[in-house]
Nanobody, 127 residues
Framework: QVQLVESGGGLVQAGGSLRLSCAAS????????MGWFRQAPGKERSFVAS????????YYVDSVKGRFTISRDNAKNTAYLQMNSLKPEDTAVYFC????????????????????WGQGTQVTVSS
């Protein structure tokens, strides 16, 4: 079992930055693939970014490439999502998720891949 707790969301102006954190319980965090998803009002949850257990592979949805960076610190049992140049369309509840080990982050670009989810953190970008 893995429990995930997101933090770092908030209100920011367009062009600003936020860093989301996802703290995981358990001793096997380093074996999990980690992902970030988001859900805007009235829309389905969608993939944002993923990172493999060793951080050797990362993958992003096209709309955030060059602006967002996913990373992890296995010693701290924490995954991060650095979000720069934020846009109003990035407004959503952001969720982190943990899934089985894989060597390609691209294979983890779907919600069904993941076994564990956090409760979400709200990100609001004003124009």
């Amino acid at each position: 079992q893995v429990q995930l707790v997101e933090s770092g969301g908030g209100l920011v102006q367009a062009g600003g930055s936020l860093r989301l954190s996802c703290a995981a319980s358990g001793r096997t965090f380093s074996s999990y693939t980690m992902g970030w998803f988001r859900q805007a009002p009235g829309k389905e949850r969608s993939f944002v970014a993923s990172i493999t257990w060793s951080a050797g592979s990362t993958y992003y949805v096209d709309s955030v490439k060059g602006r967002f960076t996913i990373s992890r610190d296995n010693a701290k049992n924490t995954a991060y999502l650095q979000m720069n140049s934020l846009k109003p369309e990035d407004t959503a509840v952001y969720f982190c998720a943990a899934g089985p080990r894989t060597f390609s982050a691209a294979t983890a670009a779907r919600a069904a891949f993941y076994n564990y989810w956090g409760q979400g953190t709200q990100v609001t970008v004003s124009s």
